[in-house]
């Protein structure tokens, strides 16, 4: 089985780690995986993934309205399929969608396309939405299998007519286990008091995000003499520092760090404050190491909540002092529960699921 794999980019976000966990598994399983990925923003910084991939870099292959660019980077992944002769195309993220069903109708070849969440709310304006709405129910209808990482992403894609009801699979992320040293270590790594309480907070700073929310938790963290970490850029950075100065929250800013994984084990908590996720894998990779989670009740967490059975995982009002209370609060998983995360999430049960719904697209 051949397929190629087609990421508009690989930046530090959850696809391409996904895809970096999925590699050496794919491999395991006999399928021959080419992955053709594009460019990462300027603000943002790149995922180096596996040596055991075959990465294409298609440098014309980017994020936005770009029409020369798209033709370009067609035209580069056409050539890529004469080369690669491949059985299945399997697109992640918007850009990636389209250009895949546009060239596996006019090459006749079965197309598979991941949503790993969506931008048709909270994103954009409404007019502007409806208008990316219009657009995915017409590629939906044109690729031959759809899976979703949640059923929460599912379910409001079918709200919005995108999907249909029974057209989609339910594939959960594939997140790849860590080697995670010693906590004392990792604090000194990282410069954190040995005896602090210490929290963290893992994201771009985008309105979807909502970072200026993590600034005012953080706020109320900081009165109670806990250590706030925050991890990332984006163009709300900047906003972010100033309102924490101007409020005289304390937080140490790392900056996008690609090993964010395993030193997520140094810390106490993790904070999300999220208008909504796919599904949140930094959450998973915190609750695999044992670290509480807590975020707003919104989709994507609600999925995790529902698959530790509420252990670890704590959903409160999108409310400052409420986050915060619950930082406080919070209690590791149970060693059954990080058992049972690392069973759904384990990259060969995820490739394994994916080889299958490649098998059925190529026999019909």
């Not at 925050?230 to 996008?256: D, K, Q, T, Y």
């Amino acid at each position: 089985m051949k397929v190629l794999r087609i990421l508009t980019r690989a930046n530090l976000g959850g696809p391409a780690r996904q895809l970096a966990a999925l590699a050496p598994a794919f491999e395991r399983l006999g399928v021959e995986e080419t992955i053709a990925v594009g460019q990462v923003d300027a603000a943002e910084t790149e995922l180096a993934l596996p040596s055991e991939a075959h990465v294409v870099e298609i440098k014309d292959l980017v994020r936005g309205v770009a029409p020369l660019r798209d033709r370009r980077a067609r035209r580069a992944l056409s050539r890529l399929i004469d080369e690669l002769q491949p059985d299945v195309l399997h697109s992640h993220t918007a850009k990636a969608g389209l250009l895949a069903v546009r060239l596996g109708r006019s090459r006749g070849i079965p197309v598979v396309h991941s949503y790993h969440g969506h931008v048709l709310r909270d994103y954009f304006r409404p007019a502007l939405a409806r208008g990316l709405v219009h657009i995915e129910r017409r590629l939906a209808r044109a690729r031959t299998a759809l899976t979703c990482v949640s059923a929460s992403c599912g379910r409001e894609l079918e709200e919005l007519s995108v999907l249909r009801p029974g057209s989609w699979t339910l594939v959960e992320p594939a997140v790849r286990p860590q080697e995670l040293p010693g906590r004392s270590l990792l604090r000194a790594e990282l410069g954190v008091d040995p005896a602090a309480r210490a929290v963290a907070w893992c994201g771009r700073f985008e309105a979807v995000k909502d970072p200026l929310l993590f600034v005012q938790v953080a706020r109320e963290l900081t009165r109670h003499g806990v250590l706030v970490h925050a991890f990332g850029s984006g163009r709300l950075l900047e906003a972010s520092r100033a309102l924490a100065e101007r409020i005289e929250a304390r937080i140490v800013w790392h900056g996008p760090d690609a090993d964010f994984p395993r030193r997520v084990a140094a810390f106490d908590a993790v904070l999300s404050t999220s208008l909504r996720e796919g599904y949140p894998v930094a959450a998973i990779e915190a609750l695999l190491a044992a670290v509480p989670v807590i975020a707003p009740r919104v989709p994507g967490f609600v999925d995790l909540a529902a698959n530790a059975l509420d252990d670890g995982v704590h959903l409160e009002p999108r409310e400052a002092a409420a986050l915060a209370t619950a930082v406080l609060a919070a209690r590791p998983p149970s060693s059954a529960t990080c058992q049972s995360l690392r069973a759904l999430h384990d990259p060969g049960r995820i490739a394994a699921l994916y080889a299958e719904i490649y098998a059925r697209v190529v026999a019909t």
